[in-house]
């Protein structure tokens, strides 16, 4: 089970952590990857963070801005949000999955419910 929390308002240039916390398994075992989805649009690639925190790649939109970490130790994988943007605004998803560099929605097997980022103008 995934469950994601950390969301919330914010003004654009500001930052946000989000966490991701992992309970019924290791996530160290899991590629670990944030998706995103705004009203109207496709799910999005974030982000995503390989087994032993040795790599992490992002989607295009967020490079430079945003980073993420894992904490094997407490099973949490987190996503720093830096100049944020009203662009940004989205539903935040964590996900688990076994494909190295996975960065489409099938290369994920399970998902958390989702926490909400608003970024105001």
């Known amino acids: 089970q995934l469950v994601e929390s950390g969301g919330g308002l914010v003004q654009a240039g500001g930052s946000l952590r989000l966490s991701c916390a992992a309970s019924?398994?290791?996530?160290?075992?899991?590629?670990m990857g944030w998706f995103r989805q705004a009203p109207g649009k496709e799910r999005e690639f974030v982000g995503g963070?390989?087994?032993?925190?040795?790599?992490?790649y992002y989607g295009d939109s967020v490079k430079g801005r945003f980073t993420i970490s894992r904490d094997n130790a407490k099973n949490t994988v987190y996503l720093q949000m830096d100049s944020l943007k009203p662009e940004d605004t989205a539903v935040y998803y964590c996900?688990?999955?076994?494909?190295?560099?996975?960065?489409?929605?099938?290369?994920?097997?399970?998902w958390g419910q989702g926490t909400q980022v608003t970024v105001s103008s």
């Open positions: 996900a688990a999955g076994t494909v190295a560099g996975g960065t489409v929605i099938a290369s994920y097997r399970y």
């Open positions: 019924g398994g290791s996530s160290s075992t899991y590629v």
């Open positions: 963070i390989n087994w032993r925190r040795t790599s992490t």
